[in-house]
């Protein structure tokens, strides 16, 4: 028999018939699964991801829809294909002759990850845990009234009833109600009770007053001792007397959370029609309510009617705790409405990887509040009163920003971590924004220094962008980084809808589209420690993993705090690499121009690495006579003025930073001497110090500032001449002995053509 192959039993209108599902794959991947029932599953169930082919018996077909397609030749017969789908899925069954729905069949489709059951009823748990702190943002009043009111739309009450389920279908609740039957706690209270005298043993002051007064008397005995005091005495007394009872505050309470509960199961069962699997899911919760209702400790227990919520016992003891936690967070879950939860559980979905990316969001949130100590004032927009409740603002797809300010020891940055962030690739440039197309990364940590807003943080390149995705369906690092297996299969692993390595490759998209990216990271729920890879020699700008899975013991998530910590050190220090890099962007584009130079140049390498045309400077300057000429090439010194006079050199960057000189003599509009200055920066030499260097007149300044130069052996360079006249720095006149400096992209456009 073959091993991946079921067949299924369909019940229609007139006969039962029989379904058979196979799996493409070698492996098993169609199951009968033993407690499907008990956790709201379908008991067949199959794999996400993979492919099926099934055969209905003829006269009968399954109607077509974007998971299930029919054969173009048999329309008995066609294939199940859930690609990422998880959740219960419905198909239904028609008659061939009428063409009418006849029945149905239920198939769960498991996620390609074995510990989804236990992420996804920990990852509710978590975010309404998130909420609840959200909301309790003040101090509770000592009681409040116990009432519960539903509110009549059925898809409100279900989002109520996935994090109430989450909640009590854990064995840390089942552990606590077990707790509190088995040793709940007691007092003591005085009852009445009417007992033969000869069994009272001890006597007070109410029993003497009966034994004196009360009615229905007997004689005593002439040989009685109290014959002297009594002549008779009561048969009966009444007498009070102590008995242990279960009936205390704290386990009303108890009794009335389980009630609430069980009433809430009750209720969405009402609103629900059919046999969906979120009815059986409140229908195993309410059978598992009534159980331990049924339990007898809670018959003699009466109901409350205010919470005393500054009881030791509520608030300490075993048991009572966690339910009242629980109790507080249902009664916080009756008023929350989100419709992102929409994406994750509607209908009978149960979208692990959407809700991964939610729970993922608070998880970033704790840690970004964490590491830049921040205390976000709009935290408090993640949930706002709407028309229909309180409404959590996470939804995929809408933009979420959270912002704050870290105050360092040295500096103070501007904090915003965004959910949804859009990076438009319609923006022009310095905008913020994307190269290419629009980008929309799940996570956005964005970092600008203190006292500008993020729009003028963009346009001076002072802002730095580190995306995350969240990519639940990946287990381990390989997927990721991909072997020799992954690159061989890549395409099929693409059109099953799992292939892994295009998430890095999405992160390489991030860091190279969105402008100011320093960082682009995938987060996993997997085992492994982080992975990163830095560009160059600093943390940032980088790309790498991070393991952050749902757990209540290790998520994972030092790792990432650590990286955190090691980016605000980063940016402490204002030598980095990083810095260097952005103001020089920012001075190449900020004025946007876009000159033109298609004349010969050396090529940018060795000697010459640095030589950029609009940032290499020429000082044009004049030479006396020959004789004055020939002593600049044979001492390879060229002297200006240093003094106030007209004709002094003036020191600013392009003259003090320049790399060539090209000379010319009075009268000449063409100049063609052109040397390298080999020193950086001018010296200053004194009159003295010229005549001594048999400088060929008598220096008339006392200090002249000194250029050390040499002959040029570039081929580009070499018996070329240039128009000067055509220069903006240059003078008429007298004025044209007046030293200047130019870019290299300015002396190569008014170069001399050779017709």
């Not at 699997?277 to 400790?297: C, Y």
Request: aromatic letters at 10%; proline letters at 4%.
């Amino acid at each position: 028999m073959q091993l991946n192959y079921k067949t299924i039993l369909v019940t229609t209108t007139n006969k039962i018939v029989e379904l058979e599902i196979f799996g493409e794959a070698s492996e098993e991947t169609i199951f009968e699964v033993l407690d499907a029932v008990e956790n709201g599953e379908a008991l067949y169930q199959i794999i996400e991801g993979c492919f099926y082919e099934y055969k209905i018996e003829n006269g009968f077909y399954l109607q077509p829809d974007e998971i299930v397609s029919q054969s173009k030749v048999n329309e008995s017969s066609g294939r199940i294909s859930p690609n990422i789908y998880v959740g219960t899925l419905s198909i239904d069954v028609y008659n061939s002759v009428t063409k009418e729905k006849c029945g149905g069949v239920k198939l769960e489709v498991q996620s390609i990850k074995t510990t989804y059951r236990a992420d996804y009823r920990h990852m509710l748990e978590d975010i309404t845990d998130q909420c609840m702190d959200l909301l309790l943002q003040q101090n509770s009043p000592v009681s409040q009234f116990l009432e519960t009111d539903f509110d009549a739309d059925a898809k409100t009450i279900y989002q109520r009833f996935a994090f109430i389920k989450s909640m009590l279908d854990t064995s840390e609740f089942t552990d606590s109600v077990h707790k509190i039957i088995s040793a709940p706690v007691t007092r003591w209270k005085e009852s009445e009770t009417v007992k033969d005298i000869r069994s009272v043993r001890r006597i007070n002051n109410a029993s003497l007053r009966q034994i004196n007064g009360a009615t229905n008397r007997i004689d005593l005995p002439v040989d009685h001792p109290l014959k002297r005091i009594f002549y008779s005495i009561p048969s009966k007394l009444k007498v009070n007397h102590k008995t242990e009872t279960v009936d205390t505050p704290e386990n009303r309470f108890i009794k009335n959370a389980l009630l609430s509960f069980q009433t809430f199961c009750s209720h969405l069962i009402s609103k629900l029609i059919g046999d969906s699997r979120i009815k059986l899911e409140a229908i195993l919760l309410e059978d598992k309510l009534e159980q331990w209702l049924s339990h007898s400790v809670f018959k003699e227990i009466s109901l409350p009617t205010t919470l005393p919520l500054n009881s030791p016992v509520l608030q300490r003891k075993e048991g009572y705790r966690e339910v009242l936690r629980i109790w507080l967070m249902f009664d916080l879950a009756a008023k929350l409405v989100w419709h992102g939860g929409e994406d994750v559980y509607k209908g009978s979905k149960r979208d692990v990887a959407v809700l991964y990316e939610y729970w993922l969001f608070f998880k970033l949130l704790e840690i970004v509040k964490d590491v830049f100590k921040i205390d976000p004032k709009n935290i408090s927009e993640l949930i706002k009163e709407t028309s229909d409740g309180l409404g959590l603002q996470l939804k995929q797809g809408v933009h979420l920003p959270v912002k704050g300010i870290y105050i360092g020891e040295t500096r103070k940055l501007e904090i915003e971590f965004s959910y949804n962030k859009t990076f438009s690739g319609s923006s022009t440039y310095p905008e913020g924004g994307s190269w290419t197309q629009s980008m929309r990364p799940d996570y956005t940590l964005s970092i600008w220094p203190f006292g500008i807003d993020s729009k003028t943080a963009e346009k001076e390149e002072l802002i730095v962008h580190v995306h995350f995705d969240a990519k639940y369906k990946v287990e381990k690092l390989t997927e990721i980084l991909g072997d020799d297996a992954i690159f061989k299969t890549e395409k099929e692993e693409q059109r099953k809808g799992t292939f892994k390595r295009a998430d890095l490759l999405k992160m390489h998209t991030y860091k190279d589209a969105i402008r100011r990216t320093a960082g682009a990271y995938v987060l996993y729920p997997g085992t492994e420690e982080k992975y990163t890879k830095v560009g160059f020699h600093e943390l940032i700008p980088g790309l790498g993993a991070f393991s952050i899975r749902p757990s209540k013991v290790d998520s994972g998530t030092d790792e990432l705090k650590g990286f955190l910590n090691e980016i605000v050190t980063h940016f402490m220090n204002r030598a980095s690499q990083r810095e260097k890099t952005s103001l020089n962007f920012y001075e190449t584009y900020k004025n946007g121009t876009n000159d033109q130079l298609n004349e010969a140049l050396p090529e940018t390498y060795g000697i010459n690495r640095s030589l950029l045309p609009d940032s290499t400077f020429i000082l044009v300057a004049y030479y006396k006579n020959k004789q004055h000429l020939n002593w600049i090439i044979n001492k390879g010194l060229y002297n200006a003025r240093a003094e106030n006079d007209r004709g002094s050199l003036r020191l600013g960057p392009g003259e003090a930073g320049a790399k060539y000189l090209l000379l010319h003599s009075d009268g000449e509009l063409k100049a063609g001497v052109f040397l390298r200055i080999t020193d950086t920066g001018p010296r200053v030499f004194s009159k003295q110090t010229l005549i001594n260097k048999e400088y060929p007149t008598v220096p008339s300044q006392n200090y002249y500032l000194v250029y050390k130069v040499e002959p040029l052996h570039d081929k580009e360079f070499l018996n070329k001449q240039w128009d000067i006249s055509k220069l903006e720095g240059y003078k008429k006149g007298r004025g044209s002995a007046l030293p200047f400096s130019i870019s290299l992209t300015e002396l190569m456009k008014v170069i001399v053509k050779n017709d």
